[in-house]
C-alpha cells in the first residue's frame, strides 16, 4: 500500500496551496476508504486536520482550518485533496495523509509533503 502526498511548499500568508494524495495497493477500492488529512511540526503531536467519507458527502474539519481549508476527493482516480486558503505561519507542518481507520488507528499513511508558510 502507497500512499503519495505532493503539492506542498514554500507560500505567503494570505496565500493558497492544494495537497494531492494519491493511493495504490489498497486491499479494497479507493471508495472503501475514509481519508484523512494531519499535520505534524517539530515536538509536536501530529494534529487532525480533515477527513471525508467514502463518498465525499460528508467533511470535517479541525477548528483551526474550518472555513479556510476544503478536503475533497475523486474516487475514479484514487485522489483527495486538501485545498488550503488564507494560509496562516500557525499552518506550517509537514501534512500527512492516512487512510484504513479502525478504532481511531490508521493503517495507512504517506510519507508526508512540507508546508511552510511565511509571513
Known amino acids: 500500500v502507497q500512499l503519495q502526498a505532493s503539492g506542498g511548499g514554500l507560500v505567503q500568508a494570505g496565500g493558497s496551496l492544494r495537497l494531492s494524495c494519491t493511493a495504490s495497493g489498497l486491499s479494497f477500492p479507493f471508495s472503501s476508504y475514509e481519508m484523512t488529512w494531519f499535520r505534524q511540526t517539530p515536538g509536536k503531536e501530529r494534529e487532525f486536520v480533515a477527513r471525508?467519507?467514502?463518498?465525499?458527502?460528508?467533511?470535517w474539519y479541525a477548528d483551526s482550518v474550518k472555513g479556510r481549508f476544503t478536503i475533497s476527493r475523486d474516487n475514479a482516480r484514487n485522489l483527495v485533496y486538501l485545498q488550503m486558503n488564507s494560509l496562516e505561519p500557525e499552518d506550517t507542518a509537514v501534512y500527512y495523509c492516512a487512510a484504513g481507520r479502525v478504532y481511531g488507528i490508521y493503517a495507512y499513511w504517506g510519507q508526508g509533503t512540507q508546508v511552510t508558510v511565511s509571513s
Open positions: 471525508i467519507s467514502r463518498g465525499g458527502g460528508s467533511t
